[in-house]
T-cell receptor, first 115, second 111 residues
Framework: AQKITQTQPGMFVQEKEAVTLDCTYD???????LFWYKQPSSGEMIFLIY??????QNATEGRYSLNFQKARKSANLVISASQLGDSAMYFC????????????FGQGTELSVKP | EADIYQTPRYLVIGTGKKITLECSQT?????MYWYQQDPGMELHLIHY???????EKGDLSSESTVSRIRTEHFPLTLESARPSHTSQYLC??????????FGPGTRLTVL
């Protein structure tokens, strides 16, 4: 079965601190991609970061980094130096190669940044 | 910033009406997708297209239909809207394996 699991429905973090959002996945495909998106209350999906299953290094994009542990099938998102504008829903998604371009999404984590 | 557009952004309509949600992209992407999302929930794929005149149903069953007559345009139609269709509809496109860009979404309310 192809599945993404996000076990944290809600998270709180103090402004300027780092936070880790958990994501585990299940697939039998040897080739797949992992994505993180941010969804503010306005509803649009903002692409944050991508990790390919064969990538040797963890992906980083500015304050976002992806802690990819292939053996554990986890792809946690780390946000450093949290800002108030980071408050939003965060979705982890997987694209198994056998599924073409289709994304499978997790349930999401709602992050709240406290001043 | 991705160039993918959806109209309308918000739509409130009565039961039984026919509606078309528009989606267009200017990136020349072959692959386009429609996802449905209930508030606070995950996205579910309802339709996808890998090119002109190619459309497939997604993992979540939907009464909507789609067409792909031009590369840049991927409209979604509901022939007879019902309250159960109330949801957010997100259109996306991709040109490579490491990307998928979303439009701003349409929030549909059927009374």
């Amino acid at each position: 079965a192809q599945k993404i699991t996000q076990t944290q429905p809600g998270m709180f973090v103090q402004e300027k601190e780092a936070v880790t959002l958990d994501c585990t996945y299940d697939t039998s495909d040897p080739s797949y991609g992992l994505f993180w998106y941010k969804q503010p209350s306005s509803g649009e999906m903002i692409f944050l970061i991508y990790q390919g299953s064969y990538d040797q290094q963890n992906a980083t994009e500015g304050r976002y980094s992806l802690n990819f542990q292939k053996a554990r099938k986890s792809a946690n998102l780390v946000i450093s130096a949290s800002q108030l504008g980071d408050s939003a829903m965060y979705f982890c998604a997987m694209r198994p190669r056998s599924q073409g371009g289709k994304l499978i999404f997790g349930q999401g984590t709602e992050l709240s940044v406290k001043p | 910033e991705a160039d993918i557009y959806q109209t309308p952004r918000y739509l409130v309509i009565g039961t039984g009406k026919k509606i078309t949600l528009e989606c267009s992209q200017t990136m020349g992407h072959d692959k386009m997708y429609w996802y449905q999302q209930d508030p606070g929930m995950e996205l579910h794929l309802i339709h996808y297209s890998y090119g002109v005149n190619s459309t497939e149903k997604g993992d979540l069953s939907s009464e909507s239909t789609v067409s792909r007559i031009r590369t840049e345009h991927f409209p979604l139609t509901l022939e007879s809207a019902r309250p159960s269709h109330t949801s957010q509809y997100l259109c996306a496109s991709s040109g490579g394996i490491n990307e998928q860009f979303f439009g701003p979404g349409t929030r549909l309310t059927v009374l």
